[in-house]
Each structure stands twice: as C-alpha cells, then as structure tokens.
C-alpha cells in the first residue's frame, strides 16, 4: 500500500493487483466503478502526495484529487461518456475499509465519504474548467473539437504542425495559465517521501526558555560571547 517514489514497476504491479480486485469486489457489491478512475486515484496518491500511501485517505486528499488532480488528468472528449469520478471514489473507499486496507491512521470510512459529498457538488464545474487542465488535455480536446481524431497519430501530427504555424483557433489565455501552473506547480521535491506529521502541544514559554537555557549549545554560545 506504500512504494517508493521512482519505483513504477513495484507500484503498477501493486495498483493493477488493487484495482482488478477493486472491480471485483464491486460488482460483488452492486457497487458503479470506473477501473481507470480508480487507477488515477491511485496514482494522485503515489505520485502527488509526499506519503504515497494508498490506503490514506484524509478530506483534503478527496477535494484535491476530485477537483484537482481529476480535471488535470483524465481527458473526456467531446461526446465521450463522463467517468464518475466520485462514484468511484466513493467504491475504493468502501472496499479499503471492507478488506482491511485502509490505514488505521486515516478518518473514519464515514468522514472519508462526507468528504466525497461535499466535493461532489463541484465536481462537474471542476472538470469543464480548462484552467484547471494539463497541457496534453487541453491541446487532446481542442483537436477533438475541431474534427480531429486524436486517436490517429497521423492526423493528430499534422494538427500539432498546424498549430505551430499559427493556422488553428485556441483559447490563448487558458493555454497561459496552464503553462504558468505547469512551471510554478507545487513538486515533490526529488520525489522525495515523507510521512504526515501529528499534532504536538508545546511546552509554556518558561519552560522552552528553561530548556533553552540548559541546552549545550546554548551554553557554548554564552561562553564564546563572554
């Protein structure tokens, strides 16, 4: 429920096994599921979470990965059928706790699902708006609207060399603003891991200040300014 970050084959091997069995477990369940929205769940959380872990699954990381990390990622041509991107969170969620798999530091299964529904409300808004695309979707949708197949590289070459000469009509606005958030978007920096931290109570004044004043360093510091 946890790779390294930079370990791909570990975590595809991970993710297909939890999503075929996601799948599985649904239908079981009578539950909706969408195998690769659930796939983009799990890779949110490998890939653009500084913990990694699979199984965690706080509020905020519900909002950001279905009003975020969704819209970013998952590109619905024109007249394609919409992936239910809450539904299928909300099915993950239910099998993590079902199967013993959630972590047991993470909220409750009942405020995981609160969190779905508070956010669900903005989701369609979230998905239409294209300031919140990638580069690759935003350039996948515009050729779709124009008539291109995107599924034919041959057709989908000529549009990019077409769009290089200036010959095609986009929104230059959105396009800046995604290429803004593309160089200045928050980075894991050297996809380095890190495990959330709890909440401490810290000690009074005076006693930070007593323990100041007993700290070696400290000490060393008064006797190199006398």
Avoid at 91 to 100: G, N, P
Avoid at 170 to 194: F, H, K, S
Wanted: proline share 5%; aromatic share 6%.
């Amino acid at each position: 429920m946890r790779c390294e970050a930079g370990a791909e084959e570990e975590f595809e091997a991970a993710g297909g096994l939890l999503v075929d069995r996601l799948v599985r477990w649904a239908g079981e369940q009578g539950l909706p599921v969408d195998a690769f929205m659930a796939e983009t769940a799990l890779d949110y959380r490998h890939r653009a979470t500084a913990d990694g872990r699979l199984g965690w699954w706080e509020p905020r990381h519900v909002e950001e990965l279905l009003l975020s990390w969704l819209p970013q990622q998952v590109t619905e041509l024109p007249g394609e059928e919409r992936g239910d991107g809450p539904g299928t969170l909300r099915a993950l969620l239910r099998f993590l706790h079902a199967v013993q798999l959630a972590d047991p530091r993470g909220p409750a299964l009942d405020d995981s699902l609160g969190a779905v529904d508070a956010a669900e409300e903005r989701y369609p808004e979230a998905m239409a708006d294209r300031n919140r695309w990638s580069l690759a979707k935003f350039w996948a949708v515009t050729a779709a609207e124009q008539g291109v197949d995107v599924m034919d590289g041959v057709a989908l070459q000529r549009f990019a060399e077409r769009a290089q000469r200036g010959e095609i009509a986009y929104d230059q606005r959105t396009l800046d603003e995604i290429m803004d958030r593309r160089l200045n978007g928050r980075v894991l920096a050297d996809g380095a891991r890190a495990e959330p931290q709890l909440p401490v109570v810290l000690p009074s004044e005076g006693e930070l200040r007593r323990q100041a004043e007993a700290s070696t360093l400290a000490a060393q510091l008064r006797g190199l300014a006398e």
